[in-house]
Antibody, heavy 120, light 110 residues
Framework: EVQLVESGGGLVQPGGSLRLSCAAS????????MTWVRQAPGKGLEWVGR??????????DYAAPVKGRLAISRDDSKNTLYLQINSLKTEDTAVYYC???????????WGQGTLVTVSS | QSALTQPASVSGSPGQSIAISCTGT?????????VSWLQHRPGKAPKLIIS???KRPSGVSDRFSGSKSGNTASLTISGLQAEDEADYYC??????????FGGGTQLTVL
């Protein structure tokens, strides 16, 4: 059974930093392209960024609004995906979902999400 | 990258069929056969119900079907059931090598 379990969310002050984790199981994580998607309160889903498998180059791509403040990384030895968010803004308040891309363009499996609240 | 356009809400009675549209541009929906549809119930993980425009993942009811014409994709749910009540999102690969989602459609089963 595929499982994606996010953690690391919480209340953070504007300007702060946070690292989210996603523990993956039930599939070959090292071969997987992984994506982060977020959903602000009352809003729709927003693509944040993606990391390819090391076999595909391990490169990252980010959405324009967050580029420069977010960094996606992975530890294949721990089957874990990470999202580092710096210089947090109130508009970063959202539930952050970890997604396994079952094809390059298909968001196949999703975690339950972790809530990040940016507020003073 | 602008979000894909979906109706904010649709509704139908049990047993009826409904369709949800998802309109983009030639740089996303119209340019690739990579439209997916997701079902999202409150407090749950989003669930993939259609991939690559019209493919149903294993275990997804055949009451769900997808199609595309030009820059608009559609999700049809036939034989509506109470359990279908949820938010539905479309997504597409884009020419910028990113992914874009629709704004979401709230389905109410009357």
């Amino acid at each position: 059974e595929v499982q994606l379990v996010e953690s690391g969310g919480g209340l953070v002050q504007p300007g702060g930093s946070l690292r989210l984790s996603c523990a993956a199981s039930g599939f070959s994580f090292k071969d997987a392209w992984m994506t982060w998607v977020r959903q602000a309160p009352g809003k729709g889903l927003e693509w944040v960024g993606r990391i390819k498998s090391k076999g595909s180059g391990g490169t990252t791509d980010y959405a324009a609004p967050v580029k420069g403040r977010l960094a996606i990384s992975r530890d294949d030895s721990k089957n874990t995906l990470y999202l580092q968010i710096n210089s947090l803004k109130t508009e970063d308040t959202a539930v952050y979902y970890c997604v396994w891309m079952t094809t390059a363009e298909t968001p196949g499996y999703w975690g339950q999400g972790t809530l990040v609240t940016v507020s003073s | 990258q602008s979000a894909l356009t979906q109706p904010a809400s649709v509704s139908g009675s049990p047993g009826q069929s409904i369709a949800i549209s998802c309109t983009g541009t030639s740089s996303d929906v119209g340019g690739y056969n990579s439209v997916s549809w997701l079902q999202h119930r409150p407090g749950k993980a989003p669930k993939l119900i259609i991939s690559e425009v019209s493919k149903r993942p294993s275990g997804v009811s055949d009451r769900f079907s997808g199609s595309k014409s030009g820059n608009t994709a559609s999700l049809t749910i036939s034989g509506l059931q109470a359990e279908d009540e949820a938010d539905y999102y479309c997504s597409s690969y884009t020419r910028s090598n990113t992914m874009v989602f629709g704004g979401g459609t709230q389905l109410t089963v009357l």
